[in-house]
């Protein structure tokens, strides 16, 4: 912490427990600033979160991200995002990343590599996201979807060309930020690598 921003910090005087929503508990915070001003703040304490970037060839050599397509309640519509989803307790972000992945597409990555870790709305949300690069993949067909997929979900597994997020990214449906917070990643990844042009990928 810069000491030079200590006129910026407020201190918290009670916090207070409003509901709790499955995937995030509300909290309502009393805070006072350094110039004496009070206000009561509204948090969403959620347990962090995994986004993967999972990569691989299709059939006709292009390099694909391997996504997920679904129906997004806020906005009453499709997405098609990078799988993702809640660290549980006591779990680190890379076994996270791992499980989601075969949740959601049924495969496993040899290489997890974390490329970035951000805080998704730091205005009213404490976690953190953490985005993981997923490489040498190949398909586990132990668990059907419906042993890998929790109660509630559905959603379709589809190869997408990395051109084809990029000239989409932004419009539906490639319209989660966390999708593109994740592409960003990826891009500043490949953007630092010297001499690599392929992806190896897992038979």
């Not at 201190?11 to 309502?28: A, H, N, P, T």
């Not at 806020?74 to 995002?81: D, K, Q, R, S």
């Amino acid at each position: 912490m810069n000491s030079g921003d200590d006129h910026l910090h407020w201190r918290e005087i009670v916090s207070q427990l409003v509901k709790r929503c499955g995937i995030f508990d509300l909290y309502e915070s009393r805070r006072r600033a350094q110039n004496g001003k009070e206000g009561i703040f509204h948090l969403l304490k959620a347990p962090d979160w995994v986004n993967v970037v999972p990569v691989l060839n299709n059939d006709e050599g292009r390099i694909c991200f391997l996504m997920v397509k679904q129906y997004r309640q806020g906005i009453a519509g499709i997405t098609v995002e990078f799988p993702a989803g809640l660290i549980e307790a006591g779990e680190s972000p890379a076994r996270a990343a791992g499980r989601e992945l075969f949740e959601e597409t049924g495969y496993r990555a040899k290489t997890l590599k974390p490329i970035g870790t951000i805080s998704p709305n730091p205005a009213f949300m404490t976690n953190r996201c953490y985005t993981f690069f997923a490489g040498d993949l190949h398909l586990d067909s132990t668990a059907e979807p419906n042993d890998r997929l929790d109660e509630l979900e559905l959603l379709d597994v589809l190869l997408v060309p990395v051109e084809d997020l990029v000239d989409g990214i932004g419009q539906e449906p490639y319209c989660n930020s966390m999708t593109v917070l994740a592409l960003y990643w990826y891009q500043r990844m490949k953007g630092g690598e010297k001499g690599a042009d392929r992806i190896r990928t897992g038979a």
